[in-house]
T-cell receptor
Framework: DSGVTQTPKHLITATGQRVTLRCSPR?????VYWYQQSLDQGLQFLIQ???????AKGNILERFSAQQFPDLHSELNLSSLELGDSALYFCASSVEIMGTGELFFGEGSRLTVL | AQTVTQSQPEMSVQEAETVTLSCTYDTSESNYYLFWYKQPPSRQMILVIR??????QNATENRFSVNFQKAAKSFSLKISDSQLGDTAMYFC??????????????FGTGTRLQVFP
């Protein structure tokens, strides 16, 4: 158990819909990362937050948005869903600030768009 | 921009044998971390081993060890005494280290390892 909690674990929805994925980082971790893993591919970095502020952005679509709340949990919002958005979405957290460089991953949220 | 390349999409090894997975990376940074993550069929991302670029000594974790060649920008993973439970996708990853904090992980495309009895 990494200490990172993601909900829901599985989600099936239709094209055009909107979903929200939630992530609770490890206790004490201020940084949250979101990654997308499409079928049998590597993890693509989407976005990073640190203590409520956006820190870095990767190849995140404009239809996607995220935020980190004062209690440090984070949400990834995916809207106008397309078939190609079907993927495993991982959240990871880290200590940062002279940390070990290690990211701790949640179990992922599997999104299926029909 | 940093890139991570894993040139072996699939590999197989017999139980109890040794296998080496290759990884190369490209960066102009001098301070960074390198990682190998394992993703079994459960899809959970599990850290296997970690190497700080400033350390010349290769990291070792039980049956897992790395061959870190900084000048060549190479970071291979050796799995000794392979076990059936080692069957998984293995990802090499790079993270730049900034002054007081770290950066995002950049992943390679992965190597699928199958361990046969």
């Amino acid at each position: 158990d990494s200490g990172v909690t993601q909900t829901p674990k599985h989600l099936i929805t239709a094209t055009g819909q909107r979903v929200t994925l939630r992530c609770s980082p490890r206790s004490g971790d201020l940084s949250v990362y979101w990654y997308q893993q499409s079928l049998d591919q590597g993890l693509q970095f989407l976005i990073q937050y640190y203590n409520g502020e956006e820190r870095a952005k990767g190849n995140i679509l404009e239809r996607f948005s995220a935020q980190q709340f004062p209690d440090l949990h984070s949400e990834l919002n995916l809207s106008s869903l397309e078939l190609g958005d079907s993927a495993l979405y991982f959240c990871a957290s880290s200590v940062e600030i002279m940390g070990t460089g290690e990211l701790f991953f949640g179990e992922g949220s599997r999104l299926t768009v029909l | 921009a940093q890139t991570v390349t894993q040139s072996q999409p699939e590999m197989s090894v017999q139980e109890a044998e040794t296998v080496t997975l290759s990884c190369t990376y490209d960066t102009s940074e001098s301070n960074y971390y390198l990682f190998w993550y394992k993703q079994p069929p459960s899809r959970q991302m599990i850290l296997v081993i970690r190497q700080e670029a400033y350390k010349q000594q290769n990291a070792t974790e039980n049956r897992f060890s790395v061959n870190f060649q900084k000048a060549a920008k190479s970071f291979s993973l050796k799995i000794s005494d392979s076990q059936l439970g080692d069957t998984a996708m293995y990802f090499c990853a790079f993270m730049k280290q900034r002054s007081y904090n770290t950066d995002k992980l950049i992943f390679g495309t992965g190597t699928r390892l199958q361990v046969f009895p």
